[in-house]
């Protein structure tokens, strides 16, 4: 690492923790910022999903309805949907041009059948059929009539989608299913008007809404989503043969796992099932279904945690959910409370992992990666920002406290060598106020 990347390494992490400080400081109290907020607004957007996996032919077909509320103080005649998957269609996608010279070359030589996009089979706006136009990954079209200020718009949509092999954060490898970024996803209205972005490198910007979604497939499959389940069985309590279906709550089958594994997969498979899972306020929702995963549980107050790893990864027996408590634990402790009834993390044939509310899929059960993924369940979850625009607003804080996490044995070392030569630098430089650096200071 150069010395000026180690200078903005710092001073992220600095700013970084500045901002979580503020509660602390006046400046959380400051009118100012009650000016800020006096003012502020964000539309709501609540999905009823119900979509069906075929996993013979690798896809995925849907309906859905978004019910729209327009909070903001202007009539709209216009929206916007995210057609994600369409990215991975075709060569003269954005996201293609922005991918490195290995990734663009695997695409390139990618079988026309193994790629993926989705289709808009139907489009109504108030159960009238309505027209549209696709450029990319974004569908445009408008209301049959302008939606004022506390307008509501229900939007009625049947879509297919071809799933396509695991590339970038999402696809099937096998028999496993990371489905993220899946459906028509309504495109953000702010103060800056609509947000129509192409799906490029990068992340994300959503609406807070409620999902209830409901997933058809194969009996065998074991699936873990965002949300709570409400309806059917998602599989997490399936036991090895001739166990007693007692023991510690750690244990849906760490012990004889791959035993379990290897029956699910041989069994003759049964009539395929609906589970439905609800998730409130949150900004997207994700899923992953492997007829082999074995689930690990525990609460953390109120919380749900569950570990669900393939039954080969012994590599996540135990360890992972033990990680992600002691994360979870810890981070409610320097940030604030996990406000969500359930977390995930799923062991995903990635590198790296991926964060969604309530979910997190991860390549390895290292656990600063679960520091660095649980802490955007706060900083990208719960309290939201436009990745799209300033993404550091949430990697700052989540790569913040994974290095925070190495070194909490050492405060002297966070304090002196990480923070204390960066918050120096930005009050020579006038980017904070010596007020805000010294309770930093002290607080660290």
């Known amino acids: 690492m150069s010395k000026i990347q180690m200078c903005a390494a710092r001073r992220l992490a600095a700013l970084s923790a500045v901002i979580l400080m503020l509660p602390a400081t006046g400046v959380a ?29 690798r896809a995925l077909s849907g309906e859905q309805t978004i019910l729209y509320r327009n909070n903001s103080p202007d009539t709209l005649r216009r929206f916007y949907l995210h057609l994600y ?10 996201l293609y041009r922005d991918f490195h010279p290995g990734n663009r070359f695997f695409l390139l030589g990618l079988p026309r059948e193994n790629r993926g996009w989705i289709e808009i089979d139907t489009l109504a706006v108030g159960g009238a059929p309505i027209e549209y136009s696709i450029d990319g990954t974004i569908l445009e079209s408008t209301f049959p009539a302008p939606l004022p200020p506390g307008g509501e718009a229900e939007i009625r949509i049947e879509f297919s989608l071809k799933i396509r092999r695991r590339i970038g954060r999402a696809g099937y490898l096998g028999r496993h299913y990371d489905m993220a970024q899946w459906y028509p996803k309504m495109a953000v209205y702010d103060k800056h008007g609509w947000h129509p ?29 965002t949300g709570v389940p409400v309806e059917g069985d ?12 007692e023991g510690p709550p750690r244990a849906h089958g760490s012990e004889g796992a791959a035993t379990a594994g290897r029956a699910a997969q041989e069994a003759a498979p ?80 990635t590198h790296g992992g991926m964060e969604y509310p309530m979910l997190v ?31 550091w607003l949430d990697e700052g804080p989540a ?46």
């Open 29 to 57: 109290q400051s009118p100012l910022l009650a000016e800020m907020l006096e003012d502020y607004w964000q539309q709501r957007v609540d999905y009823d999903i119900s979509c069906v996996l075929d996993t013979e032919n």
């Open 85 to 94: 998957p369409n990215a991975y269609r075709d060569k003269d996608s954005e």
């Open 197 to 225: 972005d192409q799906f490029r490198s990068g992340e994300f910007y959503g609406e807070f809404g409620t999902y209830r979604v409901s997933i058809t497939l194969p009996e065998e499959y074991v699936v873990v989503a």
């Open 234 to 245: 998602p599989g997490w309590s399936r036991r090895p043969p001739g166990g007693s279906g």
């Open 270 to 349: 049964g009539p395929p099932r609906t589970v439905t899972f609800r998730a409130e306020n949150v900004h997207d929702f994700a899923w992953s279904a492997n007829p082999d995963f074995v689930v690990e549980e525990a609460t953390s107050g109120d919380t749900r945690v569950l570990s669900v790893y393939r039954s080969w990864n012994t590599a996540w027996a135990d360890s992972v959910l033990a990680r992600t408590l002691r994360t979870l634990a810890w981070l409610g402790e320097q940030v604030g409370p996990y406000r969500w009834p359930q977390l995930a993390i799923v062991d995903s044939p």
């Open 361 to 391: 899929m991860n390549g390895s059960p290292d656990e600063a990666l679960i520091v660095h993924e649980v802490a955007h369940q706060w900083f990208y979850g719960m309290l939201a920002n436009n990745e799209r625009a300033e993404a």
């Open 399 to 444: 790569q913040y406290f994974m290095f925070r996490s190495k070194l909490k044995e050492n405060r002297s070392l966070v304090r002196y060598i990480i923070i204390a030569p960066a918050v120096k630098a930005m009050i020579m430089d006038k980017s904070i106020p010596e007020i805000m650096a010294s309770a930093l200071l002290e607080l660290i």
